[in-house]
């Protein structure tokens, strides 16, 4: 069987069985993608785009289900909840196989009408979320001054989680043809609102299910990822930590489970840590650079990539106090 038609396991991690609904349905349509759904519904009361303690639990918790999927033989994993985006592109960034978001995919697409864009939602949550990819999208495609108009209806959410799905339609459907007067495009910013699209409209009603399978089957066929080398060990960089009270435990697997991943991923290597006997706040990290370049720069390339960027101030979550020393091999 050949690469093309060669069938691949794909795991889709939903945070709702409505979620799962859709996709069971949207999944019919691509045969060479063997596709395993979990739906994880704790995850949806952790679903944050917000870099908080939550967010890190978030992130953590995709991490042991994606592990998951790997150890069960996935090829590519897709995360169904858009409230879920800056997560998963962490995950992704540290993770052995394509974890990928369901709105990355929709937003490329809707760029390139070019123009203004509507987007509705029927959950606040995922406004922030959405406009950002959007704009992010735009961004890469050269249209940064693209215009981005948004409408929110929550009770279609309240009407799908009561089973209503024509109230549901007939809500967004409404939506939609006040927005095609203003816009080029229109897209729906959770993949539950799928079947909403089925209606007529006078300007393109994008769904994520589709665009996102489509892509999924790609990464799966590429699944493995590119190896950043480290860097040479000239320079030592001893980092002390005073953890803030009560959140050792959770920093020790962040770090060890996140930081560290994301500081190989552009090349620098980390060794330890160590905790002190004396003082059970006390943590101690060194991060290895190469004399070739500044430590500055170096640090810069680690806190611009854009998964460590997702993080925000991790620092200032977990870290009362720190002490840092550049130490050269004499």
């Known amino acids: 069987m050949s690469t ?17 609904e859709v996709f069971r349905d949207a999944g019919r349509d691509f045969p060479t993608l063997n596709v395993e759904h979990r739906t994880e519904t704790p995850l949806f009361d952790l679903a944050t785009s917000t870099p908080k303690l939550e967010f890190d639990r978030c992130v953590l918790e ?39 978001r369901i709105d990355r995919p929709m937003a490329v697409e809707a760029v390139s009408y070019g123009g203004s864009i509507g987007l509705i939602a029927t959950q606040e949550s995922n406004f922030a979320t959405s406009v950002q990819i959007l704009k992010d999208a735009a961004r890469q495609a050269g249209k940064e001054r693209i215009e981005i108009k948004t409408a929110l209806r929550p009770e279609a959410f309240d009407a799908l989680k009561n089973n209503d799905r024509a109230l549901h339609d007939r809500l967004i459907g409404e939506l939609i043809d006040q ?20 209606r007529a409209a006078s300007v393109p009603v994008l769904t994520s299910p589709a665009a996102a399978l489509r892509f999924l089957g790609e990464a799966a066929n590429s699944p493995v990822k590119p190896s950043v080398p480290m860097t040479k060990h000239d320079l030592d960089q001893l980092r002390i930590y005073r953890i803030r009270d009560g959140l050792m435990e959770m920093w020790l697997e962040y770090f060890h489970r996140v930081i560290v991943p994301l500081h190989e991923a552009v090349g620098i290597p980390v060794s330890g840590p160590w905790r002190n006997t004396a003082d059970e706040n006390e943590f101690v990290w060194i991060r290895s650079f190469s004399a070739d370049q500044s430590v500055e720069e170096q640090e810069n390339r680690f806190f611009i990539s854009p998964a460590r960027a997702a993080l925000g101030d991790v620092r200032e979550r977990y870290v009362e106090d720190l002490t840092v020393r550049v130490l050269s091999k004499s």
């Open 62 to 100: 995709l991490c042991w289900r994606v592990d998951e999927a790997v150890a069960g033989g996935a090829e590519a994993v897709l995360v169904t909840c858009s409230t879920l985006g800056a997560a998963t592109d962490v995950v992704n960034a540290i993770s052995s196989i394509p974890v990928v």
């Open 179 to 198: 927005l095609a007067a203003e816009v080029g495009v229109v897209v729906l910013a959770q993949a539950s609102m799928a079947s909403a699209a089925a």
């Open 4 to 20: 093309a038609t060669k069938v691949r396991k794909v795991v889709l991690i939903h945070t709702t069985p409505v979620a799962e």
